[in-house]
């Protein structure tokens, strides 16, 4: 149940099913695609990927990319799945698709649970961006660490407090951004703005 620092370990309980069929999907492969291009989202020399996107579906439920697809250039919906539920203080997600949600995704759960009104959440990783704006624009507690439950109580809290742009730095996991609005677009360009105001790759 607990890993080495003491956390409680992701879990999912997976249903391997379909891929999700919902308009979304389509929004979040062309964004995927240009923050894979821009290198916001890839994967690093050892091999592991990063960068992840969802949109909601309904209630609480949403579709997010799978974990091992940050190496691929162009996603289809058979890369995505639904998350039907989860626990984030259990660390613990029920989804369903042809590939599984990464632990990051009680990041995202935490943010539709905090805002209504998000229906999309990007969620990238910069470092000269990261290092710039940590503590300039909202930031989550810098203990909580990435995919774990603080995270998503970190998130919680923040959002709580409020996120005036829809962006901010993940304190805790270095490199680690979120963006959210309330459509692919809107959350993208927040991205995009910041990269580009910031202009550091
Ligand atoms: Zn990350």
Known sequence: ?????????????????????????????????????????????????????????????????????????????AHFCTVTAFAIAENHVTCVGPVQASSEAMSHAAVYVADPTAGVVLHVHHWGLWEKLSDRIPTTDPHAEAGTPAMGAAITQLLEVGVPGGVFIMGGHREGIMAYGTTADQAGERILQLFETHGCR
């Open 1 to 77: 149940m607990f890993d080495e620092k003491g956390y409680v370990q992701f879990r999912s309980d997976w249903q391997h099913a379909d891929p999700p069929r919902h308009a979304v999907v389509e929004d979040l492969i062309r964004w995927r695609e240009r923050l894979y291009r821009l290198g916001l989202i890839g994967v690093y020399p050892d091999g592991i990927g990063f960068g992840n996107l969802s949109g909601r579906t309904h209630g609480h439920a949403f579709i997010i990319t799978g974990t091992g697809t940050g190496q691929l250039a162009t996603l289809t919906p």
